[in-house]
């Protein structure tokens, strides 16, 4: 059976063992290596491939901490084939630490609440691509996902709106659906978690977790583009903020 490669996900357990082992390999023998082999196995990732008792055995999250090590550009000696996504998740870990740190902290949380096993896989978890490169891996991004379409939620963020008198409408562009569209745009407009899950951490989502945005500028809220998968209203104002003062120069 070919090999199921490693995605992001996993990487940020694996490399969360080896910055806590104090950049050292692991042994397959070491029951933190035995934790984390039943934890990847259990992950809602690659669920035809667990049949295979080789699929991120002992032994291969072994090697893995060994293909991590070497990755490292301090490392003096023979490399391993980690293959481009473990090399990429060290220099990650080499920029942000934190947030590399964080994102394995909230996955594993995440994990332990069994969250995760009720939630089907979100249709737009991944980019056009197909393939998702971001700091915080899949399943983080689909729980938020999930979380930002609980209809509950939204009718309880929709109430608080309405309470403080202010539009259903883009907190970004300004954008109402009703009056662009009449009857039929009434009311409608997306729900969005303003922070990452690997940011805030795995808390319960506050109503102040989320804004209300038009359908374009949530999209690009969640467009991948420059290695994140996330960014902020804030953060896409200050784009077009920034875009448009480049147009009048
Ligand atoms: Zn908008
Ligand atoms: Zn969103």
Redesign the pocket.
């Known amino acids: 059976m070919a090999q199921t490669p490693w995605v992001r996900d996993e990487l940020l357990l694996a490399l969360a063992l080896v910055v806590d082992n104090g950049w050292r390999e692991l042994r397959q023998q070491d029951s933190r290596v035995v934790e984390l082999s039943g934890l990847l196995r259990s992950l809602p990732l690659h669920e035809d491939a667990v049949a295979d008792p080789r699929f991120r055995s002992p032994n291969s999250v072994s090697r893995k901490t060994t293909d991590i090590v070497t990755a490292h550009p301090d490392h003096l000696g023979e490399t391993t084939k980690g293959g481009r996504p473990t090399q990429k998740i060290v220099a990650d870990y080499l920029e942000r630490p934190d947030a590399i740190l964080a994102a394995a902290r909230a996955l594993r949380h995440v994990m332990d609440s069994g969250e995760l096993h009720r939630i089907p896989p979100q249709p737009d978890e991944t980019d056009e691509s197909g393939e998702l490169s971001s700091l915080e891996g899949r399943l983080l991004v689909r729980l938020a996902?999930y979380r930002?379409r609980d209809r509950g939620l939204r009718e309880l963020k929709l109430r608080q709106i309405r309470r403080l008198k202010q539009p259903i409408a883009c907190e970004v562009c300004s954008f109402d659906f009703g009056t662009t569209y009449g009857p039929l745009g009434v009311g409608y407009v997306?729900v969005?978690?303003v922070t990452p899950l690997h940011a805030i951490g795995p808390r319960e989502t506050r109503l102040d977790d989320l804004a209300l945005?038009c359908a374009n500028c949530?999209r690009m809220?969640?467009r991948s583009h420059a290695g994140k998968t996330w960014r902020t209203p804030a953060d896409l104002r200050e784009a077009m903020h920034g875009v448009s003062i480049h147009g009048a120069s």
């Open positions: 996902l930002e997306e969005h978690h945005l949530h809220c969640h």
